[in-house]
T-cell receptor, first 111, second 109 residues
């Protein structure tokens, strides 16, 4: 299994609070991705990174920001959490090939 | 209409049956992926295909580029195969994937 961890694994927060999710990899892969998964929508790309300090928006980036200051860490921040951001968040990585390897997911509940 | 369509949405089978899940796409692709997600679990890549056929254990994936169609077959199905199977494609020169909505498979003993 690819070395990918996500933290926290579960989080409950209140509307309007900032939240940061962390993805950490030990594979030295160049590409990292943040997805959200919701019933009826499948996986949707929030942001992705193609190198340190190089990031780009996905299809559902509004309300989210990311940072990648080191190869191994990709942070996803919800600046002011809303109930619509209740979801399961997955981080993924890929290297020279196109196969993506997924982390275990973070369940976020925004009350 | 989604660019990647999977059928069926839901599938129930008896242990031992041969199972086929289909994926059709409407864009030009460089690769197609099949992934598996167990209930409450993570997502695992099963296959990446750009042509022909690949086999791993009881799983077989095929792709027909001209028809823009791929199938995932499971031979001698087992209850542990119960999961959501997801098709995704690489279209264009970036690393973004276009995702299908998944096929939920339940294999009964």
């Amino acid at each position: 299994d690819a070395g990918i961890t996500q933290s926290p694994r579960h989080k409950v927060t209140e509307t309007g609070t900032p939240v940061t999710l962390r993805c950490h990899q030990t594979e030295n892969h160049r590409y990292m991705y943040w997805y959200r998964q919701d019933p009826g929508h499948g996986l949707r790309l929030i942001h992705y990174s193609y190198g340190v300090k190089d990031t780009d928006k996905g299809e559902v980036s509004d309300g989210y920001s990311v940072s990648r200051s080191k190869t191994e860490d990709f942070l996803l921040t919800l600046e002011s959490a809303t109930s619509s951001q209740t979801s399961v968040y997955f981080c993924a990585i890929s290297g020279t090939g196109e196969t993506q390897y997924f982390g275990p997911g973070t369940r976020l509940l925004v009350l | 209409k989604n660019e990647v369509e999977q059928s069926p949405q839901n599938l129930t089978a008896q242990e031992g049956e041969f199972i086929t899940i289909n994926c059709s796409y409407s864009v030009g692709i460089s690769a197609l992926h099949w992934l598996q997600q167990h209930p409450g679990g993570g997502i695992v890549s099963l296959f990446m295909l750009s042509s022909g056929k690949k086999k791993h254990g009881r799983l077989i994936a095929t792709i027909n580029i001209q028809e823009k169609h791929s199938s995932l077959h499971i031979t001698a199905s087992h209850p542990r195969d119960s999961a959501v199977y997801i098709c995704a494609v690489n279209a264009g020169n970036n690393r973004k994937l276009i995702w299908g909505l998944g096929t939920s498979l339940a294999v009964n003993p």
